[in-house]
């Protein structure tokens, strides 16, 4: 039984039967139904720690989705799950792919260079200063990609690029 007919808490029912009603009443193609059936319940497992029965429905979303906009999203989401996991080449790998279809998604930039500072800060803890400086430089990067496309978000790390020196 699909996920997206157990779901027992309201607010999943609310949503669930809206999706629904937005399938039947948008034309799509019974492909990007299944496609949009397998990602919402992707999202759901993942909304609840299901990591594996999440991989398992965005791969099969990912086997029937056509559109790079909604793959995009697909992507992002594995990048997540992989972020979660600590996978982080995984999880950049994702983020990348999905900028590839959709280079306007400001949290895969944010998610990317969160993991690019992590390194850094690994890197200090090692004592390696130079791939330190490598790894916030290009967090700096990413987050500027991220702040450029959503001003006013990111206000944190807007600061650390400022503190930093790292803000033009």
Known sequence: MPRSRINGNFIDKTSSIVANILLRIIPTTSGEKEAFTYYRDGMSAQSEGNYAEALQ??????????????????????????????????????????????????????NMAVICH?????????????IAEAWFDQAAEYWKQAIALTPGNYIEAHNWLKITRRFE
């Open 57 to 110: 429905n965005y791969y099969e979303a990912m086997r029937l989705e056509i559109d790079p906009y909604d793959r995009s999203y697909i992507l992002y989401n594995i990048g997540l799950i992989h972020t979660s996991n600590g996978e982080h080449t995984k999880a950049l790998e994702y983020y990348f792919r999905a900028l590839e279809r959709n280079p306007f998604l400001p949290q895969a930039f944010n």
């Open 118 to 130: 992590y390194r850094g800060e690994q890197a200090i803890r090692q004592g390696d200063s130079e």
